[in-house]
């Protein structure tokens, strides 16, 4: 206890007193006319948005940078009917979505998430340093005619709560929300900016500090640059090249694409130059390298950005 505190009771703290009082009545009293998202949803989607079903997409961590192409996308269609709200102070809150937004206490409003700056992070969306501003959390409001759509937008948080990529729809016509968050999805794969690039991804790619993913230059490398017996190039084009310049003939006649290439053999044998030279001749498929020490069951998760980002 300070010495300040041990003193007698003083005149000029009952006047400190009611300063504080004083400042504790305006800052509640203020606080009744600040937005919070429970009104800004409710003025916008109408009252009976608290009985409003809610839609739930949710995407892996690395397809943010896609989810955020097909954001893009549906904002563009909307124009000034769209308007994109930051969200503050959700940071170590926990999980949260949209429904807590609505039914949020207005006494409690500067102690939760609240309306506030855009924040964006930029991902990487092509070779040579391209990226893309992608939204880390916002609410996103909507108009088309009648219809009156709100959605909660929150990418991957490594040092909170969420790892995915989640977006909440809450709209005037129920069917509304679910075609919007199915078209989404639709754009999300539409836009994928992995499709036909080079990727590689590190050993704490799906781990908790976030995606390592990276989007490299594809390599130029002609067949006279790789030097290998004849056998062993003819069975490397025909597996690989082949199939993907005959897919629409293979598909028609009811074959399948999947094709799996064992390169093995000790160092200097030409394993990296036969990937490097795969690489360089196929144009459409992406690509996808893994360290050269591999990572359990990474192989296995990456099977999935592969899949959706095939030709």
Not at 56 to 82: C, F, K, T
Not at 245 to 271: C, D
């Amino acid at each position: 206890m300070s010495m300040d505190d041990q003193a007698p009771p003083q005149i000029s703290d009952v006047g400190r007193y009611g300063r504080y009082l004083l400042h504790r009545f305006v800052a509640k009293a203020r606080t009744v006319d600040q937005q919070t998202f429970r009104s800004l949803i409710g003025d916008h989607v109408g009252p009976a948005v608290h009985d409003l079903p809610v839609t739930l997409e949710q995407w892996p961590a690395y397809e943010h940078v896609n989810v955020q192409g097909a954001l893009d996308v549906v904002l563009e269609e909307h124009g000034d009917d769209a308007r994109v709200i930051g969200v503050a102070g959700h940071r170590h809150q926990g999980p949260f979505g949209i429904a807590d937004l609505l039914g949020q206490d207005p006494a409690y409003a500067m102690h939760g998430p609240r309306p506030g700056n855009v924040t964006r992070v930029s991902l990487p969306s092509g070779p040579g340093g391209q990226t893309r501003e992608c939204l880390r959390i916002a609410v996103i409001l909507l108009a088309d005619g009648a219809d009156r759509t709100a959605l909660l937008l929150r990418g991957p948080d490594p040092e909170g709560h969420s790892q995915d990529v989640s977006v909440e729809i809450v709209s005037t016509r129920p069917q509304r929300a679910e075609e919007l968050g199915r078209r989404l999805r639709d754009l999300a794969l539409e836009h994928n900016v992995y499709r036909g690039q080079v990727v590689s991804f590190g050993r704490s790619m799906f781990g908790e500090r976030g995606s390592l993913l990276r989007i490299h230059e594809r390599p130029a490398m002609s067949a006279d640059e790789l030097i290998l017996p004849a056998s062993t190039f003819d069975d490397l084009r025909r597996q690989v090249v082949g199939v993907a310049r005959n897919s629409e003939r293979l598909r028609a006649a009811g074959q399948h694409l999947k094709r799996g290439l064992l390169l093995y053999g000790p160092p200097g044998v030409g394993k990296t130059h036969s990937v490097r030279y795969l690489i360089s001749a196929l144009v459409a498929p992406p690509s996808w390298s893994s360290p050269a020490r591999p990572c359990t069951g990474s192989a296995r998760r990456a099977r999935s950005p592969a899949r959706c980002s095939r030709p």
